[in-house]
């Protein structure tokens, strides 16, 4: 069947001629009639779940990290935090409630930005500020810009090793009307800081090239003058991300919380990610002033604050409660979201140390944690029997 936003494509080919697989992505989620503009993509009744949609203790170790953060830069005020692809906002509303139980002097200096390209709805909240928007206002603040899953989901040129030649994937339109492939030869040159220079020598490789990232870093170098960026994503360095294993495996689709990897299904319907290549993330940070402070997984980073002692802690002394710390349990588990990537960077930060950012800092045992509430995968008994697939 033809969708809205397969005829946009169709239309654009027509027009243009074959587009660049980047282009295709960039149709496919962000146009106006592209899978981001869909409703229900979060959740029970979407597409997948991430992280904050587990329960609402993920935001609570990042506010943790954050309210660190501050205290080690001398407690600026105004103290900014941007979320760039903040999608429903629930680590936004999760996080700015945890800061007001853990630290009202920060929450009284604070201002939480969601930059989304899709819009977002949220009750009015004088620390809340919502931005439509796909880059960051230049205002060169001071604070800390964070991110969940947002590298993933910028559109990627896709390139593919044939016989020691790199061909970049273009789509066209064959003689029945079907999207096709069109292979175009490329050079080393073409995307050199974006691939190894040993490429050519994965025959039949093929995966992602996501040159948004220094565009991105462009962008947060302008709006961020002062202080950290924390992103968390999915992927690999660059000596697994290029490798046979790898080939073929690294851009998904997400649809009712089923994977696949065919992008030219269900079209304006399907959610279409790519893995991040860590190194070049890196790289690309530190044309831009980014230094790194500290690389982790995602269950080493929150087990750092305290996560696997809070679960030890937790009694198991309902089948309600069992089944609650199975769930937080998935976000430190390495098999899964505890196997994602958080990359933690400072620009005009240098005199720190990551050692002193992230290290005994504790929920305090006598603060309750912030409450679940619909949105959350641990309200729902829905999903028990049915298999999830996280990204
Ligand atoms: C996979 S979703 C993740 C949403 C949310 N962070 C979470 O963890 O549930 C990616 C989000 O990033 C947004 N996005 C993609 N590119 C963006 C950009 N350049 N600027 C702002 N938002 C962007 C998408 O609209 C989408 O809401």
């Excluded at 940070?285 to 980073?301: I, L, N, R």
Aim: hydrophobic share 35%.
């Amino acid at each position: 069947m033809n969708s809205p936003a397969r005829s946009l494509i169709g239309q654009t080919i027509m027009d243009d001629g074959p587009i660049s697989f980047e282009t295709f992505m960039e149709i496919a989620l962000y146009s106006d009639v592209g899978y981001y503009q869909n409703e229900d993509i979060f959740g029970v009744a979407g597409d997948y779940y991430t992280s904050p949609h587990i329960h609402p203790i993920f935001a609570s170790l990042c506010a943790l990290q954050v309210e660190k953060m501050w205290k080690t830069m001398d407690r600026p005020s105004p103290f900014f935090i941007i979320e760039q692809g903040a999608g429903d906002a629930t680590l936004a509303k999760d996080f700015s409630e945890a800061i007001s139980i853990l630290n009202q002097d920060l929450y009284s200096s604070l201002t939480y930005t969601c930059v989304d390209r899709r819009q977002i709805e949220i009750a009015d909240d004088s620390h809340m500020e919502i931005v439509q928007s796909d880059y960051v206002a230049p205002f060169h603040r001071t604070g800390v810009l964070i991110s969940n899953e947002l590298i993933d989901s910028f559109p990627v040129r896709m390139i593919e090793v044939r016989d020691g030649e790199i061909f970049e994937i273009y789509v066209g339109i064959d003689t029945q009307g079907n999207f096709e492939e069109i292979l175009i030869p490329i050079t080393l040159d073409d995307y050199a800081d974006f691939m190894p220079s040993n490429i050519r020598q994965l025959n039949g490789y093929r995966g992602p090239i996501n040159t948004k990232m220094d565009d991105w870093y462009r962008n947060i170098s302008d709006a961020l003058n002062c202080g950290f960026v924390i992103t968390i994503d999915y992927g690999f360095d660059r000596e697994v991300f290029f490798s046979m294993e790898k080939s073929h495996r690294l851009l998904q689709t997400y649809y009712k919380h089923i994977d696949g990897s065919n992008p030219f299904q269900r079209i304006g319907s399907q959610d279409i990610t790519a893995h991040v290549d860590f190194d070049t993330l890196k790289q690309s940070g530190y044309k831009y002033g980014f230094k790194e402070f500290g690389y982790f997984s995602q269950a080493e980073w929150l087990n750092s604050m305290g996560l696997d002692h809070l679960l030890r802690n937790m009694r198991k002394d309902s089948l309600e409660k069992s089944r609650i710390i199975n769930l937080i349990s998935g976000l430190n588990d390495i098999s899964g979201l505890g196997g994602f990537k958080v990359l933690i960077q400072g620009k005009n930060v240098e005199h720190f140390d990551m050692r002193d950012l992230n290290a005994n800092i504790f929920w305090p045992q006598e603060l309750e944690l912030p409450q679940v509430k619909n949105v959350h995968m641990a309200n729902s008994k829905k999903l028990e029997s049915r298999e999830t697939k996280f990204f």
